[in-house]
């Protein structure tokens, strides 16, 4: 299991940042893709606070009103599937009790080695090639159980963080 971010981690990445309004988006990406949970914890948020002389009110604020901001904890993989009807009539119902079934994940869960979470994403604008989906910042189409499989694996063999 996956452990929070250490408090000397985020001061050190903080330490990096002058503590101007406009250095506040780059160091909560910078702090997201460090953290092990890969998302935007209560402390960090607090830090931040801190560090940018804003309310914790106005950090939460820019990190929710972000997509690419995540208050919950998420594997290293976050993989947003497609439920909007499109890929769900092309088959991403099968392909989530697939996940599910065979790798154990379910929306909003983290696996238990850290590596991926799962959430039932709206249109992915990819509509003519699904079902789809994204993992982090790409997308796959044309979804199958195999090809699941070969992502998955792949991913899996990839160096850690
Ligand atoms: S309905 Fe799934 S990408 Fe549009």
Redesign the pocket.
Known sequence: MQREMTSELIKEILGKYPGTKDNLIKALHELQETNPLNYISPEIMEKCAAHFRLTKAQVYGVVTYYSMFSIKPRGKYHISL?K?????MMG?ENIFRYLEDKYGLLPDHVSDDGLFSLEKSE?????GK???MMINKDVYTGLTTDKIDEILLNLKSKPGK
């Open positions: 497609c909007s009807p499109v890929c769900s991403s249109c992915l604008g990819r509509c699904a079902p789809s």
